[in-house]
């Protein structure tokens, strides 16, 4: 339809394609290319390789200088961004702290998806033509790491595109096109179909890969997607189905590399319900606002055989809301509950149900790895100690509603600390007590509500002094324990497949950096 | 006869509208886009305001209005996933399924017809009931699962064709073709057995058992008597009568064989309006499922009316019948 010469061209490639022609499948086409419209982890992730942001994560998410060089702290009042000279876009164009403030103008504008980002902004001043600063409303030592996936777009050639605001229920330049600052340049885009990046010559940065041209093709089913790379007709592909993963490992050619995400699996609870809304045997009030009920459920669930059967061992069990790996992560509360059907008996007949209790179990079946399965294995776990829980798994297009609707006695969610992958993240989205002005407790579907909490929260948010503000992490982390508001059951595994002569790095965010690879 | 058609074309309309209605009833099932629209970092204000913005807080006989009051004028709205016009995505997505569904048509009605014939006519043949045998595996072998064999064998263990995607199209401007580059037929090859294999065994048995029937006939055994030889009784007497039924058949499978097309492009990723569908019920993208499914029901409705009236060119005893009633 467009791009009538591709296909020419694409012959002619096809034929003499070099040894460095790296193609990777994964399961979600990335809906678009404009960096400030959608807020999931398949755009930014796939954004990365050709947008670049102020600061960039590290292979172990740790921040890096990107398009700045530095960045200082004005006092309290906010943070200085020192720019990179000399970085050109892919159409040529010189990068300037002018395309910064269109960029933060255009990502925190009302259309965006990006704009709870700049929630703690106040104002965004440029100084001169490499150097601007970021005004904050309160201190906010995490700022920089947080906005690492706010990428930065040519200010003249979003102009001269109409493309100066995103748009969600309108076609925009931006949607298909990209002029960033990144290592590769988009050379051709077929939404759901193929999308194909070359490296940008001009790229500021030293390039570590040995790609010449990168095809990413989108494959839903996991059944095809291990057959494309059975076949050799892609290189890489994420994810592999667990199921697939001891067998795709076997295979002359390929290999399987496992590692774990920074999404935790957990359990919540109603806090505030009166009654279960499935099953009429536990009365009022509702058994999960006992702390007790809530521990007994964390005794009663056997994560390792959890972690062992259904995740070969990849998932790793975890104590509390982020992962080992995550800034901020207790480790003085590193401990899981104990695995232990009679100490669960015991504290449910201590709280008044010794002979268990029916309950609704929510679950998605579409969401995460082995969703559904995870939610069974459950079930029969929890039915060992005497609690019958009537599991209803569903696609997470109805899932979500159903959370909403507070539809739920238990549900299954997963979290990843997106932004600065840190302990914060997780207790203003799922410990504070909802509040829809100050945007905390959005995902904090049980109301789960501890007033030491909240109080905690911005002294968290504001505090500069690294041990003072673990201090305080550690204290939220210990009452969310103590209280066994969710119960956290294991980190995700990441399972990636890739033919042989492929190297590659997977972080833990689950993007997928093209510049780390290198075709052998 | 003109009075018969517009009489059907009035029928298509209300049940086109009426299959409108009834998906637009259902939209809510499928789930919630709003949650598929906005990142992790929306709160409630978020969702009320895009809900709004798309019109998703009035009840659906309202939507339902809406949409076709754009779609009359040729307008389906915007993908909630792609934000890109429906019409611009199913038109680029259109060929690859009429691609795959023409291969698959004329391969099961090709095979299918000669095999029909072939084991009719020598039904006690040994070559007769092994097609019988196998061809029972068509019909009761669920299409993923031969698509899934068929990409375990020849793509990953033989390596001979590609195991997804549509290989190499060149671009007419207006349409993309695999049918010009090796390798867009290569990838033709799978998807179009896959899809067309239910078909074949169909339309297969179908003539089998008509031209049997047919075969037992008094004025065969005329033909016979008259000295005609075996060709011509076979094909210029009996299949000739075989043909209506199987007409009825194929010309309703054609539709099936697009509708269907979902499965098969599903498992082949193979980029048609049917991989779109299935991407768009996961997001819950309203527009595109609506704009797809009125695309089917027309096409479905336009099918059978066209088959109504070949009816009329193929068997002239209903020309006479209604010519007398109309006197």
């Given amino acids: ?520 | 006869m003109l009075a018969y058609i517009i009489q059907r074309v009035v029928q298509s309309v209300v049940v086109l509208l009426l299959v409108g209605l009834v998906a637009f009833s259902m939209f809510r099932f499928v789930g919630d886009p709003i949650d598929n629209m906005l990142g992790q970092e929306r709160t409630g204000a978020d969702i009320e305001r895009l809900r709004g913005q798309l019109g998703l807080d009035q009840p659906f006989p309202v939507q339902y209005y809406k949409f076709l009051e754009g779609a009359v004028q040729g307008n389906f709205g915007v993908s909630y996933r792609q934000g890109r016009p429906v019409s611009e995505i199913i038109a680029e997505r259109a060929p690859a399924t009429l691609e795959l569904a023409a291969v698959s048509g004329v391969l099961a009605i090709a095979f299918g017809i000669a095999l029909g014939v072939f084991t009719a006519i020598r039904r006690n043949g040994i070559a007769s009931h092994v097609i019988m045998a196998t061809s029972l595996i068509g019909v009761s072998l669920p299409t993923f699962l031969i698509g899934i064999l068929l990409i375990y064998l020849f793509a990953v263990e033989l390596g001979w064709l590609p195991s997804f995607g549509r290989g190499e199209v060149v671009d007419l401007g207006w349409w993309t073709t695999g049918f010009l580059t090796a390798s867009g037929l290569k990838a033709l090859i799978l998807p179009a057995i896959t899809l067309g294999l239910y078909q074949m065994t169909l339309i297969m048995r179908l003539v089998r058992s008509e031209m049997l029937e047919v075969l037992r006939q008094d004025y065969i055994r005329f033909a016979r008597a008259r000295g005609l030889r075996d060709r011509s009784v076979y094909f210029r007497h009996a299949l000739k009568n075989t043909m209506v039924p199987v007409i009825t058949v194929v010309g309703l499978q054609l539709g099936a064989i697009i509708a269907f097309a979902i499965i098969t492009e599903t498992v082949f990723q193979w980029p048609g309006v049917g991989l779109l569908f299935i991407n768009a019920i996961q997001f819950v993208d309203i527009p595109v499922m609506a704009a797809y499914l009125m695309l089917i029901s027309v096409m479905f409705v336009g099918i059978n009316l066209i088959v109504d009236l070949l009816y009329y060119f193929i068997d002239p005893r209903l020309r006479v019948d209604r010519g007398a009633a109309a006197k």
């Fill in chain 1, 1 to 520: 339809m467009r791009l009538p010469a591709i296909a020419a061209t694409l012959a002619l490639l096809a034929t003499s394609a070099p040894a460095e022609t790296f193609r990777w499948a994964g399961t979600t086409d990335p809906q678009t290319m404009d960096p400030h419209a959608v807020n999931t982890a398949a755009v930014l992730g796939f954004l990365n390789n050709v947008y670049e942001g102020l600061l960039r994560l590290d292979k172990d998410l740790n921040a890096e200088g990107a398009l700045a060089t530095s960045w200082e702290p004005l006092g309290t009042d906010g943070w200085r961004f020192h720019l990179r000279e000399g970085v050109t876009f892919h159409d040529g164009a010189a990068f300037t702290a002018e395309d910064v403030l269109f960029s933060y103008e255009r990502a925190s504008s009302e259309t965006a998806d990006t704009a709870s980002w700049f929630a703690p902004v106040s104002e965004v001043r440029v100084v001169d033509e490499y150097t601007i600063d970021f005004m904050m409303r309160a201190p906010n030592p995490l700022f920089p790491v947080s906005i690492a996936n706010f990428m930065i777009l040519d200010k003249d050639w979003a102009e001269q595109n109409n493309a100066a605001r995103p748009a969600k229920d309108a076609e925009n330049f931006a949607t298909l096109n990209v002029n960033g600052t990144g290592a590769f340049r988009l050379e051709e885009r077929q939404p759901g179909l193929k999308t194909v990046l070359v490296p940008f010559e001009g790229w500021w940065d030293e390039a570590m890969h040995n790609i010449t041209r990168a095809e990413f093709t989108p494959i839903q089913n996991p059944a095809t997607a291990v057959a494309a790379l059975l076949s050799g007709e892609v290189d890489m592909i994420n994810p592999v189905p667990i199921q697939d993963a001891a067998r795709v490992n076997e295979r002359d050619g390929v290999q399987v590399i496992d590692g774990v995400e920074s999404r935790v699996i957990m359990l919540g609870f109603p806090h505030q319900a009166e009654t279960l809304k499935y099953g009429g045997d536990a009365g009022e009030p509702n058994p999960f606002r006992d702390a007790r009920v809530r521990a007994a459920v964390a005794h009663a669930i056997n994560v390792e055989a959890i972690t062992t059967t259904l995740f070969r061992g990849a998932a790793k069990p975890v104590s509390q809301l982020v992962t080992p790996a995550m800034r901020g992560y207790s480790e003085t509360h590193a401990e899981r509950p104990a695995f232990d059907p009679e100490a669960a008996k015991a504290l449910l007949a201590e709280a008044g149900y010794p002979n268990g209790f029916s309950f609704g179990l929510k679950c998605p079946n579409d969401r995460y790895i082995n969703d559904a399965a995870v939610c069974q294995a459950i079930t029969g776990m929890l039915a060992q100690v005497g609690i019958d829980a009537q599991l209803d798994a569903m696609p997470v297009a109805n899932y979500w509603p159903e959370l909403r609707a507070d539809n739920f006695d238990m549900f299954l969610l997963g979290w990843s600390p997106g932004g600065a992958f840190d302990a914060e993240h997780p207790v203003r989205f799922l410990a504070s007590t909802p509040n829809e002005e100050k945007r905390l407790g959005s995902w904090n579907f049980g109301d789960y509500s501890n007033a030491r909490v909240d109080e905690l929260l911005p002294l968290i948010q504001s505090e500069i002094d690294e041990d003072a503000r673990q201090a305080m992490l550690d204290e939220v982390a210990g009452i969310l324990q103590d209280e066994h508001a969710y119960v956290p059951l294991y980190v995700q595994p990441l399972v990636w497949g890739a033919r042989d002569n492929i190297e590659l790095t997977q972080r833990p965010d689950n993007f997928f950096i093209l510049r780390w690879v290198t075709v052998n």
